[in-house]
Structure formats: C-alpha cells, structure tokens
C-alpha cells in the first residue's frame, strides 16, 4: 500500500509541522511498497485529488496510466492520419505549440492540465481572434481525445467560453478590369512559355469554377468531359458538374504536358510523382508571383471563389445554388455571402414595403442600391 505526503519546502510556513500537513500546497510524494518494491517518489503535483487518481493508477494494474502531454499528442497525431495533409498540419502546429508551453511550465501528463494553463497558454499567442477561436475547438478536440480514453477526467477546454461576435476580415469580390489585370500578368512572371500557360490556365479555373487552389494543382484530366468540369461529389452521392467557357477550354487545350509526367498524362498540372503538398506549393507560388505582378490590392485565390458566388446571387441565383457549386452548406452561404444576393435584398425590400406602403416603390423610382 501507498500512502500521500506533503514534501515541504524550505519557504512553506508549516514546515515544521511535519508530512502529515497536507493543507499547503507543497509538492506532494509517495511512499509505501508495490510487489514488495519500495516505491518512493513526487507525483509531480500539489493538488491532492490528482494525486489520489494517480495513487490509485499506481496501486492497481488495470487502472489507467497518467498519460504524458507529449505521449498523448503524438497518439493524437497518429488519430487524425486518415485527414488531409493541410488539416494535419493545422492540428500538429497548434499541438506543437500547447507541448512546448508544458515543457516550460513543468505540465507533464495530462490530468495535470488544467483551465488556468489552457487560459495563460492562449493568452501568450500572439494571433488574431479568429485564428484563435480554431486553436479553441483543436484544444477541444485533443482533450476530448484525451477524455475518451481515459488520460484524463474531464475537457478543461470546454470550460473556455468561445469569443462572440467575431467578424471576419471583409473580402470584396474582383471587378472585371481586376480579373482582366490579373490574367494580364499571367504573360509576364515566369521565364518561358510553360509557366505563363500553367499561370493563366490556373487563373481561369480559379475564376469560372471557384475551385480551392489546391484542387486546381491536382485536377485530374478526367474530371473535364464534354464541355464540363466535375466539381465535386456531395455527401447524398450526387456530382456537380459546371458548364465551362470556351475560353477556359481553350487554355487547359493549350496546356503542355507538366514536367517529369513521362506517359502519364493524368493531370493537368501534376507529374503524378511529386507529393501532393509539393504541387500545391508550386501553385500558390505562381499565383503568388502572378498577384504580385498585377499589383491588385489584397489579391488572393480565395477570392476567386467569393466572386462566383457574389456574381450567381446577384443574377438571381439561390443560396442552395451557390453551395452546390462551392461544396459548403447554406448556412455558410448566408453568413458571408447573403448582402451580395439581389433577390435576398429584394424580398426584405417587398416585406417593407408592405409593412410601411410607399417605400419600396420610392426606392425603385431612385434605382436599386447595391453595397
């Protein structure tokens, strides 16, 4: 049997009252025997219902182990490798960080983390409110990784309460004389031919399709048949295709054969060999030196994709339209696209008009307004 003492320090007050004082908060030992083994050592914490739980672990065999934070975050690693690539480094960044923050505030497992640290840890990140909400639901998902495995005994990140309110940088969509600005600089990066084709084929897929930019890098070839693009397969089993312009068709047709594909011809910009983060690196690269050339303030690829769903709902598209097209729910739609939908607008411009008569009519006499 074990049993829990306090191990005093120097600067504790009730030093001389012994290890059978327990209400400082000194660190707190074991002493006793396991399988006739003298066991004698810190328990590496002062709070003394963790250190009831790790006696506990200690006595009995079949109860769980304290899981050290380092331990616990590679096993999570491991969890999460059927994700994307991108998602894994998202998650290992914000884990790497919470490690390295253990290490120097002397956390070892992880039932010694709790609401207090989690709190200085986010306080000490230097990151937008945004940027920290997501580490706020990745903290939450390690720790309930932790919690289900019975590392720990309860999610301490569940505790945080999310910032509200949190508005999002606005992101304007492109005026036709940017996109012509930006296709324009597509024939001066780069130093041959090869590289200003790619650049201007990816431009336009980026336009018509609103693709992500890493599904543009790996476009396979058999996603383009008959005039139209796959864009994706949704979660009902269904496949979105999109019509695509001549011109566009006409670039992808102009493409030579990407570099190092040999035979295998089954990408438009992928060898096929590379590493998939390799080619979408090369792709935000280009695009890069393309924004860079053209000189459009705050150009970026995500843009694209705000533009095709800006330019649908303004032609009377549906918000139902848009998520089809862009992979992503309605709900999304509306929260960062809805003041651009003319029909939207025009519906709660008619339910006014009704409410207060005149008002609608006096608004189309003066021409619609569009922020």
Known sequence: MLSLWRRHLKSCPHRKKGRSYTKCSCPIWCDGEIDG??????LETCDWQRAIRKLAALEDPQAPRVKPVADAITAFENHILPLEGSTQRKYKNVLAHLGEYCERKGVHDIMQLTVEHLDAFRAGRKISPTTGLKELQTLRQFLGFCLERKWADDNPAKRIKAPRNIRPGEVVPYTQAEVSTILAACDGIGR?????LRARAMVLLLRYTGLRISDVATLGRDRVQAGQILLHTQKTGGTVFLPIPGELRAALDALPCPRGAGDSQGYFFWNGIASRRAVVGI???TLAAVFQRSAVAGAHAHRFRHTLATEILARGGTEQDVADI????????RKHYAKWSQARQQRIARLFEAVYPGTYLAREEKGPVIN
Do not use: D, F, K, T
């Not at 083994?37 to 810190?42: D, Q, W, Y």
């Not at 041959?192 to 200003?196: I, K």
């Not at 862009?326 to 739609?333: D, H, N, Q, R």
């Open 192 to 196: 041959c031919s090869y590289e200003r």
């Open 283 to 285: 792709a935000e690269r």
């Open 37 to 42: 083994a003298r066991c004698r050592h810190s």
């Open 326 to 333: 862009l992979g992503i729910s309605p709900a999304v739609v």
